[in-house]
C-alpha cells in the first residue's frame, strides 16, 4: 500500500498527513445515507494508520455522536501523541434544548466535554468551529476557544465553512486579542466547487492558514464511476440517497447531468487518468493537493480500496505537470461575478 507524505498546518508547528481521515461515514446514519458499522470503521483505521496516516476528522453531530464513540474506541488501543484528533461544534445537536445549537461560549465547553469523554481522550489536537453562527458576537465565541487551549482540552483552532470576510476577521481579532490563531480552514472545494476560491484562497495564503478540502470527489460525482450519458445515480451511492434533497454538499444528480461543463471536466479527468495510469479520484485530489494553500485533503472512504485508492494520489512520487493543472483548472474555471472580474481584469491591463 502506497503512503502519505506530510505537511505542516498552516503557520504552526504541527505537521500532518497529506489525507486526513475523514468520518462523516462512521455509524449508522439515522437518515439513511450509506456509511459502515464500527468493525468496518476499525478496518479503515488500521489500514490508514499502517499507510503512515495521522490526521482523523470528526464532528461531535456525525451520527450523534456515534462517529466520536467509534474513533474513541479505536484510539484507546493506539499511540494516542502519534494522531492528530480534529472534532467541530455547532451543529444543532438536541433539538429540544435550545442552547444546544451556535457557537456560544455556554455551547462550546458542553461540546468539547462530551467529544472528550466519547473520544476517550484529555484533548483534541485541534477543534474546529463547525459553521459561521450570525447570532453569537464573535468575540464571544474565539475567547471561549481560546480558553480551551489554556486549559489544554485543545491543542489548536479551526473553522469551517465560512465566507471570506468572516475568516478575515476571525483571524484579525485572535491578532488584535493576542488569543490563539486559527491554522487551518475546512471547506468543500473540489475540481466541481472551486468557489472557495473567491477570497477565502486568498485570505488562507496572506494569513497562513491550511485550506483543507471536504468532498473533495463531490459525493461520488469524481469517483470514476459516473460516464457520459449516465440516466442514475450508481445504486447504494450516496449520489442515488441524495436525489432530491436540496443541501449544499449533496452532488444533485439531475442538476449535474445537465451541466455540460461537469461532462467536459470528467472526460478532461478521464483523458489525465489514462495517461498517468491513474484513477479518476486520484487525479481529482491530486489537483487539490498541488494547489498552494492545501496541506491535506479530506476523505471520508466507506472501504478499504477506495482508501487505497486515494491514499495512492498522495504518494510524493508523482504529480501533475504545469501543464496539466492549467488543463483542469480552464476546464473548471466558473464565471467571476463583479467585483472580481472588474479588479482582475484592471490589473491585467497595469501588468
Known amino acids: ?45 488500521d489500514h490508514y494508520a499502517e499507510a503512515g496516516g495521522n490526521f482523523i476528522d470528526v464532528a461531535d453531530v456525525y451520527q450523534a455522536g456515534d ?5 474513541g474506541n479505536w484510539l484507546i488501543k493506539q499511540k494516542r501523541e502519534r494522531f492528530i484528533i480534529a472534532t467541530k461544534c455547532g451543529r444543532i445537536w438536541d433539538k429540544t434544548d435550545p442552547n444546544s445549537v451556535g457557537l456560544s461560549r455556554k455551547h462550546i465547553l458542553e461540546s468539547i466535554d462530551g467529544s472528550l469523554k466519547r473520544l476517550q481522550t484529555d484533548y483534541v489536537d485541534i477543534f474546529f468551529t463547525h459553521v459561521w453562527h450570525d447570532r453569537t458576537p464573535l468575540e464571544e465565541t474565539l475567547s471561549a476557544l481560546n480558553d480551551l487551549v489554556r486549559e489544554g482540552k485543545v491543542r489548536y483552532l479551526g473553522v469551517s465553512n465560512v465566507k471570506g470576510w468572516q475568516l478575515q476577521k476571525i483571524v484579525d481579532i485572535c491578532k488584535y486579542n493576542h488569543w490563539q490563531p486559527v491554522i487551518c480552514l475546512q471547506q468543500q472545494y473540489s ?65 449535474f447531468k445537465n451541466n455540460k461543463q461537469v461532462w467536459s471536466i470528467l472526460a478532461m479527468l478521464e483523458e489525465l487518468a489514462k495517461k498517468h495510469d491513474r484513477s479518476v479520484p486520484q487525479i481529482a485530489v491530486r ?17 478499504i480500496s477506495h482508501l487505497q485508492d486515494i491514499v495512492s494520489a498522495a504518494s510524493p512520487d508523482w504529480h501533475l505537470s504545469t501543464d496539466e493543472m492549467k488543463l483542469l483548472d480552464d476546464v473548471s474555471t466558473i464565471p467571476q461575478p463583479y467585483p472580481y472580474d472588474y479588479i482582475e481584469l484592471f490589473n491585467k491591463e497595469c501588468q
Open 1 to 45: 500500500m502506497s503512503r502519505v507524505s506530510y505537511n505542516w498546518l498552516g503557520q504552526s508547528g504541527l505537521r500532518a498527513s497529506n489525507i486526513c481521515l475523514g468520518t462523516m461515514n462512521f455509524g449508522k446514519h439515522e437518515g439513511g445515507r450509506p456509511s459502515c458499522n464500527q468493525d468496518d470503521a476499525h478496518a479503515i483505521l
Open 191 to 255: 475540481i466541481l466547487c472551486r468557489s472557495t476560491e473567491f477570497e477565502l484562497t486568498d485570505v488562507c495564503k496572506t494569513e497562513g492558514v491550511g485550506l483543507l478540502p471536504w468532498s473533495p470527489l463531490k459525493g461520488g460525482w469524481l469517483s470514476g464511476k459516473i460516464q457520459a450519458g449516465s440516466t442514475g445515480a450508481v445504486p447504494g451511492s450516496r449520489m442515488e440517497w441524495a436525489r432530491g434533497r436540496a443541501h449544499h454538499s449533496h452532488p444533485d444528480f439531475d442538476w
Open 67 to 71: 462517529a466520536e464513540t467509534i474513533i
Open 287 to 303: 489537483w487539490l493537493l498541488q494547489k498552494p494553500t492545501v496541506p491535506s485533503v479530506v476523505i471520508g472512504p466507506r472501504t
